[in-house]
Nanobody, 119 residues
Framework: QVQLVESGGGLVQAGGSLRLSCAAS????????MGWFRQAPGKEREFVAS????????SYADSVKGRFTITRDNAKNTVYLQLNSLKPEDTAVYYC????????????WGQGTQVTVSS
């Protein structure tokens, strides 16, 4: 089992920045990839960004490319999402997720952290 705890959400004005953190515990040696997803009110959860746990290769949704950056600190078992140039449409609950080695779907999810961007 892997446990994920997010932090760092909050209220920010448009154009501002936030940094989200996701601390992983438990069987972290089984993690292949970590990702961030978000869900806005009335919308489906969508992919935001992901990072390979070992080599650090990243992937981003088109809507956040150039504004958000995902990084990881393996020593701390923590993944970060730096959110810059925030827009009101970035308002959502942001979830951290972990994927097992040799699987496709994300198996573990955090409780989510609210990001609200005011115009």
């Amino acid at each position: 089992q892997v446990q994920l705890v997010e932090s760092g959400g909050g209220l920010v004005q448009a154009g501002g920045s936030l940094r989200l953190s996701c601390a992983a515990s438990g069987r972290t040696s089984s993690i292949d990839r970590m990702g961030w997803f978000r869900q806005a009110p009335g919308k489906e959860r969508e992919f935001v960004a992901s990072i390979d746990w070992s080599v650090g290769t990243t992937s981003y949704a088109d809507s956040v490319k150039g504004r958000f950056t995902i990084t990881r600190d393996n020593a701390k078992n923590t993944v970060y999402l730096q959110l810059n140039s925030l827009k009101p449409e970035d308002t959502a609950v942001y979830y951290c997720a972990a994927r097992h080695i040799a699987t496709i779907n994300y198996s573990y999810w955090g409780q989510g952290t609210q990001v609200t961007v005011s115009s």
